[in-house]
């Protein structure tokens, strides 16, 4: 299965017996699978259904699914009115109109009281509910597949700037490895200017001493771990992105991993230029932490 974002939208419409049926699903962010459902009253026996698909298509996102249901002129129940209570109510009302002045009840308002108007649920066979909730099903399952290609057209669109950013963070960590500033001799001639001038400042300091903190000073400032570091998660990054199924979770583990070693990179370095590349890099590494959360 090919990457998928968690955002998308898809609607699928069918008909059964003069009965119209409208399913509109979509997903966004999430860290499990979690669905929120909209049935009419009545089809509450659909729920179980329809959690299990969810679940069996998708490993991450929050959903929602909704059913419009809007039943032809022929089956539906045709309204009862209770005369009875209909009467007392109108007689009521007209009582309160010439006691109190009230504006006079309207046939809409009057028949918008519960109890006046009723409208019968029309009986249902166990078969006829059955082939109704076949079609239902079915319409869901097109859906569901409507949704599952727009998260993975998305998903293609995430991989590609994705894959971008991988590229920017490879060419940043080769440009701080080429450093000049890293070079052996660039390091020692510094290291050499920074004894003198404290030799300079003071002839009691032991230049033995100097020589050996200098020295000190510059391992605990060498990068080459943290580079080596960040070219192996650069080789796992392509390997994920290029890979079936859900890795979102494991892009997440990584990115951090990414933020941990430029962070580093920024705190050992001793040079303006890798510095400025390290911050770059933390740039960059934020850009793509922040694209992963889409994935699934």
């Known amino acids: 299965m090919a990457l998928q974002s968690m955002t998308g939208f898809s609607r699928a419409v069918a008909d059964h017996e003069g009965t119209s049926i409208a399913w509109e699903v979509k997903s966004v962010n999430g860290k499990s699978v979690e669905l929120r459902l909209r049935l009419p009253p009545g089809f509450e026996r659909l729920e179980p259904a ?28 045709q309204p009862v009115v209770n005369e009875a209570f209909l009467k007392d109510v109108a ?12 504006v006079a009840a309207s046939a809409d308002g009057l028949l ?6 009723d409208l019968p649920e029309q009986a249902e066979s166990e078969e006829q509910r059955s082939a109704l909730d076949a079609v239902l099903l079915e319409a869901l399952g097109r859906a569901l597949a409507g949704l599952e290609a727009a998260r993975a057209s998305e998903g293609e669109a995430l991989v ?17 490895e080429g450093d000049h500033s890293r070079d052996p001799s660039v390091i020692r001639q510094r290291l050499a200017d920074q004894v003198r001038l ?4 003071s002839s009691n300091l032991d230049e033995g001493r100097l020589h050996m903190e200098a020295a000190l000073l510059a391992t605990k400032a060498d990068i080459r771990e943290e580079i080596d570091r960040l070219k192996t998660h650069v080789e796992s990054a392509r390997a994920l992105l290029g890979s079936q199924g859900p890795v979102g979770r494991k892009l997440d ?24 590349i390290g911050l770059e890099l933390k740039a960059v590494v934020d850009q793509f932490r922040e694209q992963v959360q889409n994935l699934e």
């Open 112 to 117: 918008s009281l519960r109890g006046v108007l």
């Open 198 to 201: 404290l030799m300079d400042a």
């Open 253 to 276: 583990f990584l990115a951090q991993e990414f933020n941990r070693e430029s962070n580093t990179l920024c705190s050992k370095s001793n040079a303006a230029a890798v510095t400025a």
């Open 160 to 176: 590609r700037l994705l894959l971008g950013h991988v590229g920017t963070i490879e060419e940043l960590t080769l440009r701080a």
């Open 50 to 77: 329809v959690r299990q698909a969810v679940q069996k298509r998708f490993s991450r996102g929050n959903f929602q699914a909704s059913l419009t249901i809007t039943r032809g002129v022929s089956s539906q129940a």
């Open 91 to 102: 007689g009521l009302a007209q009582r309160l109109q010439e006691q109190f002045g009230l």
